[in-house]
């Protein structure tokens, strides 16, 4: 079946737009996650969409970065006024639950480039 | 104090060698563990869980000391195709990685 897809793959955008991330779990995963990676650096946690409790935002770096999950399917990463600190791979990843043996599957990401 | 820790290497062996990484956590109630690959510039992909008994996979054997709070990733009979970073991965709540290590295989 189809695994989780991100668009774009790549974006460049100048410093000081707003960007979009677009992430497509898998179907009938309940969980979503979020991660950034800079170059060469271990994934950074940003947030968390469970079913249809409230999302783990603990890991925004800034409140020009927020996320939401419409209809419990698709997810969109809305970065503002973009910094060139924005730069890196945003990957998002999707598991059946949140349960104690559920996997994460990842996408392929979205390689940002803040100009 | 990161959640997850793991010595980010590289560890560079020749093929055919036996490797070993391990990793600690800091959360002692912390649910289940998993071993993640990455290869350059991809995006990480489950190598396999790690299960309190201790588990493997052909050349691959994870194992998980729960007292120590530690996890570690036997790899045997090293091939060049096994290089890349080695994810620690917990769960409690959600999921935390750890940096990884890197490994280059070499012929």
């Known amino acids: 079946g189809a695994g989780v897809s991100q668009s774009p793959s790549n974006k460049v955008t100048e410093k000081g737009k707003d960007v979009e991330l677009r992430c497509d779990p898998i179907?009938?995963?309940?969980?979503l996650y979020w991660y950034r990676q800079s170059l060469g650096q271990g994934l950074e946690f940003l947030i968390y969409f469970q079913g249809n409790s409230a999302p783990d935002k603990s890991g925004l770096p800034s409140d020009r970065f927020s996320a939401e999950r419409t209809g419990g399917s698709v997810s969109t990463l809305t970065i503002q006024r973009t910094q060139q600190e924005d730069s890196a791979v945003y990957l998002c990843a999707s598991s059946l639950s949140s349960g104690d043996t559920d996997t994460q599957y990842f996408g392929p990401g979205t390689r940002l480039t803040v100009l | 104090r990161k959640e997850v820790e793991q010595d980010p290497g590289p560890f560079n062996v020749p093929e055919g060698a036996t490797v070993a990484f391990n990793c600690t956590y800091s959360?002692?109630?912390?649910?289940?563990f998993f071993w993640y690959r990455q290869d350059c510039r991809k995006e990480p992909k489950l190598l396999m869980s790690?299960?309190?008994s201790g588990n493997e996979d052909g050349r691959f054997t994870a194992q998980l000391n729960r007292a120590s709070q530690y996890i570690s990733l036997l790899i045997r009979d090293s091939k060049l195709s096994d290089s890349a970073t080695y994810l620690c991965?917990?769960?409690?709540?959600?999921?935390?990685f750890g940096s990884g290590t890197k490994l280059n295989v070499k012929p």
């Open positions: 959360n002692s109630a912390s649910q289940s």
């Open positions: 790690v299960y309190s």
């Open positions: 991965v917990v769960n409690f709540n959600k999921f935390y």
């Open positions: 179907s009938g995963h309940t969980a």
